[in-house]
């Protein structure tokens, strides 16, 4: 348990930055360079990071041990937005062996012959473990819909490709989260809000670094044409699928330690409202574990 001075600190940095509910919902109001007013320095914030994810691999353990709920952290971004870092920053106490993180990207050509679903219910974390999505089903109402051209790739019977195909595939994904909670799985959703400046400014850096090259694709820059597209697409889809038990986090990413600290603070947060512990061995157990330990000390 952490203590109850800690967990309200934890929470003024998540609370600003929680979607729970969609209605009236706009972008416009977060600002991705968002500080909270907080000027710490580096150090301080990864002072911070380091407390929240040594705890997360505490709970992580005993997650594991009661073998109940799995949680499923799922992050949405444009480019550059510092997905990857994020994600390695804040499972970096993490038990590997508890943890997976998938990578969604363009659909195979068996992947395109099922349901939309398809290849992210095959990667859904089992019971007591963390699953990590870095991109998700959200693609198919983000840049399925920004470029129009994947949809057809998707070989639907035309019927079913009308002008509320939007609105009934995030309808899909609000029921299937339902599903998904009502199964154990938590599930939280990030947002990394990136400004257009500072990711131009990321490109540039990129461009610059002969170790970051690889990590630049020339597509990167073209799709900074549908930036608005994109924003639009992100505001419909948080819209329409933010709930209680499937809340959309807007993080401002304009400062990569805010970020971080962001998201660690909302995981601990959720992670402490399911109030873990290791499972309690009954009479029985107890006289097994006294058998065993009378065994080992008669050993010579
Ligand atoms: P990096 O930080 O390394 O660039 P990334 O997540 O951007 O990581 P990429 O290989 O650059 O990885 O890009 C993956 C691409 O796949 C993205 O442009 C994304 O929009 C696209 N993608 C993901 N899911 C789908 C989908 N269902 N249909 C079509 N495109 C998709
Ligand atoms: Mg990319």
Not at 28 to 47: H, Q, S, V
Request: hydrophobic content about 40%.
């Amino acid at each position: 348990m952490l203590e109850k001075q800690v967990l309200r600190r934890i929470q003024t940095y998540v609370r600003p930055f929680r979607i729970t509910s969609g209605k009236g919902f706009r972008l416009k109001d977060f600002d991705p360079g968002d500080t909270c007013g907080l000027k710490m320095d580096k150090g301080e914030a990864a002072e911070l990071l380091q407390r929240g994810t040594e705890w997360l691999a505490d709970e992580q353990d005993m997650l594991y041990a009661q073998d109940r709920w799995s949680l499923l952290l799922l992050f949405q971004a444009m480019d550059a937005a510092g997905k990857d870092g994020t994600i390695k920053h804040v499972m970096s106490g993490v038990n590997p062996q508890g943890c997976q993180v998938f990578s969604f990207k363009q659909p195979s050509a068996e992947e395109l012959s099922h349901d939309f679903l398809w290849r992210y219910v095959k990667s859904l974390p089992e019971r007591g473990r963390i699953g990590i999505f870095n991109r998700s089903y959200y693609e198919e109402v983000l840049v399925v819909r920004v470029h129009e051209e994947i949809l057809e790739r998707q070989k639907l019977p035309p019927q079913f490709v009308g002008k509320r195909i939007w609105d009934e595939r995030l309808a899909d994904i609000a029921h299937f989260e339902d599903y998904l909670t009502r199964q154990g799985v938590v599930i939280l959703k990030f947002f990394l809000n990136l400004s257009r400046k500072e990711q131009k400014k990321r490109f540039m850096k990129r461009l610059e670094k002969p170790e970051k090259h690889w990590k630049f694709a020339p597509s990167d820059v073209h799709e900074r044409k549908f930036w608005g597209d994109y924003m639009q697409a992100f505001e419909q889809a948080i819209r329409a699928t933010s709930s209680r038990q499937a809340p959309w986090y807007v993080v401002p990413a304009d400062n990569k330690w805010f970020t971080r600290l962001v998201v660690a603070a909302a995981i601990v947060e959720v992670v402490e409202q399911l109030g873990l512990a290791y499972p309690k061995v009954d009479a029985a157990k107890k006289k097994q574990l006294e058998a065993a330990r009378a065994a080992l000390a008669r050993e010579k």
